[in-house]
């Protein structure tokens, strides 16, 4: 449940407290992800806190500087978490521009350090033979469940949210067919392999409850999202691997890319609403990813071949 921020008003105008609460209500009524309107409540509330009950219009360059500069001391934070505080701050002030709340917009020149490109990392093809075959492989539901969820996170490429908001409605098992639910209520179709369809079979013909969820608990309930994620931590560990689900989507994305999917057939599978985080994945192939694909798209050799 949204805890409210409105405030007093400020001596210039409408309290940043109260249009920042107004911000958060068209987050919801424009059916943002929950998560991200939780993450914008987070950055703005400290925003708040530090402004105190300032108006809208003494919000000024420096205060945000300044407001940047506290939490990064505050919560002692890293550089790149920093960013994501001033993404939700230019955020809000695009929309209070929108609103005609502001004349200008006071972060229109606030840049954070500019930080180093990392390379996407996802799991290499002996890491996940590792991975599948050390997967439990008993009968009871929990193993079952656990093996299919590495499966479709590994093979479909989905972000965490989307896999335990999946329903049973959501899934067509014979056609290997996942109707998926993405940020922004965007829905896609994604693929899931033969092994992928086999494993998932195995689990939902065990499966012995009526609720709607795909994947349930031991109390038969909504399996939440801190529960895959501390599941899959502690298997990690068994294994001597850092695991993570957006690790195993960072897995999926490189591998499909690398098996021969173009950019944007895999900006389709992830669901990304452009193509720059896509690209990313792209700076993880090597000379031998591109060896590999000449050897097939050569142009001569595909010439003289016809």
């Given at each position: 449940m949204r805890i409210s921020l409105r405030?007093?008003?400020?001596?210039?105008?409408?309290?940043?407290?109260?249009?920042?609460?107004?911000f958060l209500v068209k987050c919801e009524f424009e059916g943002l992800a929950g998560n991200t309107i939780k993450d914008h409540q987070r950055k703005l509330g400290r925003l708040v806190s530090y402004?105190?009950?300032?108006?809208?219009?003494?919000?000024?360059?420096v205060v945000i500087r300044e407001f940047l500069s506290d939490v990064q001391g505050k919560y002692r934070l890293e550089l790149i978490t920093v960013q994501r505080h001033l993404v939700s701050v230019k955020a809000f002030f695009h929309w209070v521009m929108d609103e005609g709340f502001?004349?200008?917009?006071?972060?229109?020149?606030?840049?954070?350090?500019?930080?180093?490109?990392?390379?996407?990392?996802?799991?290499?093809?002996?890491?996940?033979?590792?991975?599948l075959g050390r997967l439990p492989c008993g009968n009871c539901q929990?193993?079952?469940?656990?093996?299919?969820?590495?499966?479709?996170?590994?093979?479909?490429?989905?972000?965490?949210?989307?896999?335990?908001?999946?329903?049973?409605?959501?899934?067509d098992v014979r056609s290997g067919v996942i109707r998926v639910m993405g940020k922004g209520s965007k829905e896609r179709l994604v693929r899931m392999g033969l092994s992928t369809q086999k494993v998932l079979w195995e689990y939902m013909e065990f499966r012995d409850s009526v609720i709607e969820w795909l994947w349930l608990n031991d109390d038969k309930e909504k399996l939440t999202r801190s529960g895959v994620q501390q599941w899959l931590r502690e298997f990690?560990?068994?294994?001597?691997?850092?695991?993570?689900?957006?690790?195993?989507?960072?897995?999926?994305?490189?591998?499909?890319?690398r098996n021969g999917a173009n950019v944007f057939e895999c900006q389709y599978a992830l669901g990304h609403s452009s193509l720059e985080m896509t690209r990313r994945y792209c700076q993880a192939l090597g000379f031998e990813d591109v060896f590999k694909r000449h050897e097939v798209a050569s142009p001569i050799d595909n010439v003289l071949k016809g």
């Open positions: 405030g007093i008003m400020g001596k210039n105008g409408r309290s940043i407290s109260c249009v920042v609460d107004d402004c105190g009950g300032c108006s809208i219009n003494e919000v000024s360059p502001l004349s200008s917009d006071p972060t229109r020149m606030v840049k954070v350090g500019r930080l180093p490109r990392k390379v996407v990392r996802g799991l290499s093809s002996e890491e996940v033979k590792v991975l929990v193993e079952r469940r656990n093996r299919a969820i590495v499966y479709i996170l590994v093979d479909c490429g989905l972000r965490l949210s989307e896999l335990v908001n999946l329903r049973l409605s959501d899934v990690g560990r068994e294994l001597g691997m850092r695991l993570y689900p957006h690790l195993l989507r960072h897995t999926f994305a490189i591998s499909f890319l």
